[in-house]
């Protein structure tokens, strides 16, 4: 248990939907990163959030928004959903602060799938 | 951007071998870490090594950054060490992870 949680485990919703995912990171850990993982594209980097503010923004659609609140969870929000965003979300954590890379440590993640 | 290349893409091996497998990087990375995928899904860290050498039981990694390849060595494997090994490295802020080597171990 890397000590990351993230919810929900399934998510099955329709194309056009919005939905949410949450993590809640290690305990003491500033940073929160959001991955996509799917069959063709293989892991991606969507964004990074360091102690509420983001910090670094990869692979990521206008249609998806996150952010970190104040008690360090993070939320990830995929609106007008289509079916190429059925995919594995998972979400990590960090100690680092916010001009590096430290080591992260992954939540068992969200399996979304668009029907 | 850069380029993360690992090799090779599929390991099949009898329980109690060794590998080796690669990570190759076309530029300076600020730091690198290697994952496990289990069967499921769930990924593990196994080393966060930017350079120089570490050891982890029957795993151990090196990663060489003037040459720009890490490698990732598992002895004595067992069925557990099956699934999907990733490097990922960190460039200008960017987190990039190659396609994986999927390993499986034959009892």
């Known amino acids: 248990d890397s000590g990351v949680t993230q919810t929900p485990k399934h998510l099955i919703t329709a194309t056009g939907q919005r939905v949410t995912l949450r993590c809640s990171p290690r305990?003491?850990?500033?940073?929160v990163y959001w991955y996509q993982q799917s069959l063709d594209q293989g892991l991606q980097f969507l964004i990074q959030?360091?102690?509420?503010?983001?910090?670094a923004k990869g692979n990521i659609l206008e249609r998806f928004s996150a952010q970190q609140f104040p008690d360090l969870h993070s939320e990830l929000n995929l609106s007008s959903l289509e079916l190429g965003d059925s995919a594995l979300y998972f979400c990590?954590?960090?100690?680092?602060?916010?001009?590096?890379?430290?080591?992260?440590?992954f939540g068992p993640g969200t399996r979304l799938t668009v029907l | 951007g850069i380029q993360v290349e690992q090799s090779p893409p599929d390991l099949i091996l009898q329980e109690g071998a060794n590998s080796t497998l690669r990570c190759n990087f076309s530029d300076s990375v600020n730091n690198l870490q290697w994952f496990h995928q289990n069967p499921w899904g769930q990924l593990i860290n196994l080393f966060y090594?930017?350079?120089g050498t570490k050891q982890n039981g029957r795993l151990s990694a090196t990663t060489v950054a003037t040459e720009r390849y890490s490698l990732l060595y598992i002895s004595s494997s067992q069925t557990t060490d099956s699934g999907v090994y990733f490097c990922?490295?960190?460039?200008?802020?960017?987190?990039?992870f190659g396609k994986g080597t999927r390993l499986h171990i034959l009892p």
């Open positions: 959030y360091y102690n509420g503010e983001e910090r």
């Open positions: 990590a954590s960090s100690v680092s602060g916010p001009s590096s890379y430290n080591e992260q440590f």
């Open positions: 090594i930017p350079s």
């Open positions: 990922a490295v960190d460039r200008d802020d960017k987190i990039i």
């Open positions: 305990s003491g850990d500033l940073s």
